[in-house]
């Protein structure tokens, strides 16, 4: 299969690295064209994802119609700041049929959207449209080492048969049609992901992360089913999966946030040191005025809200997620 990936990332990079390595003919292109000639040349990502070479059948691209040629499936890694703007351009490069996965986790600014939705909103003839979500580390996956992932989309029949083609040895894919339940896991759990950060960098202890990871999931499940999910989505590897992967890992961007923030760091500060985009930081403001709008209690999202917001300090805030008014669980 012809894949072309847009965004070179890390996470772009390893999955543009596995489709390649697994038989795939794929095409990785960015905005910033600098860096793209810098991976032509190197065969390698130096910037964010070194170490790694660039298989053979793995291109690199400074002009995306080119990468667009003869593509069979588009996946888009951007950020989700640059998912809107990714699919206006494959609009005006005539290729807005091609069926898009979406491979980027959270609720478009300002207006609320998930990821399959923003690109359903630019594309309404579009029937192939899904989202790639579960527990991953860009890394490991370019190490090759095992990992399981789902599918998810509201065609079934697509995604079923995308599965059979795309799924290895190393990374299962699971189909799912539940896609607004995948999507909102990989969305809130980068949240939860801060608040056990923050727990953990102030030496709270296993049992406090257990426990907001715990309760962080009853949060993520209560808003995805009141925007229409299935409960059972987030029992499985897009919801408590990835929610265990993001908290605990050390590779987490998010959980890095969270520690950051418990040495006293400015955020602006914290995420300069990271030099990657922790999609958990914009995604607060988002689910925190999706949970408003849906009535929905999320007392973790609202104490970070509250942090980012500079109306609690860092001291208080683990008290507060571990600290609350008793209650039946």
Known sequence: MKITIIGAGAWGTALAIHFALHNN???????????????????????????????????????????????????ITTSVAG?????????????????????????????????????????????????????????????????????????????????????????????????????????????????????????YGLNARAALVTRGLAEITRLAVAMGAQQKTMMGLAGMGDLILTCTGALSRNRKVGLGLAEGKELHEVLTEIGHVAEGVPTIDEVFETACKYQIDMPITQTLYQLIRKELPVQEVAARLMLREAKSE
């Open 25 to 75: 003919q794929v095409a990785i292109w960015s905005r910033n064209s600098a860096h793209q000639e810098a991976m032509k040349q190197d065969r390698e990502n130096k910037r964010y994802l070194p170490g790694f070479t660039l298989p053979e059948n793995l291109s690199a691209h400074t002009d995306l119609g080119e990468a667009l040629q003869d593509s069979e499936l588009v996946l």
């Open 83 to 203: 998912l809107r703007d990714s699919v206006e351009l494959l609009k005006q490069h005539n290729a807005g049929h091609l069926p898009i996965i979406t491979a980027c986790k959270g609720f478009e600014l300002d207006t609320g959207l998930l990821t399959f939705q923003v690109v359903q909103q630019v594309l309404p003839d579009n029937q192939h449209i899904g989202v790639l979500s579960g527990p991953s580390f860009a890394q490991e996956l370019a190490k090759q080492l095992p990992c399981a992932v789902v599918l998810a989309s509201e065609n079934e029949a697509w995604i079923n048969d995308l599965v059979s083609k795309l799924n290895t040895n190393v990374m299962r894919l699971y189909a799912n049609t539940d896609v607004i339940g995948v999507a909102v896991g990989g969305a809130v759990k980068n949240i939860m992901a801060i608040a056990t950060g923050l727990s953990d960098g102030l030496q």
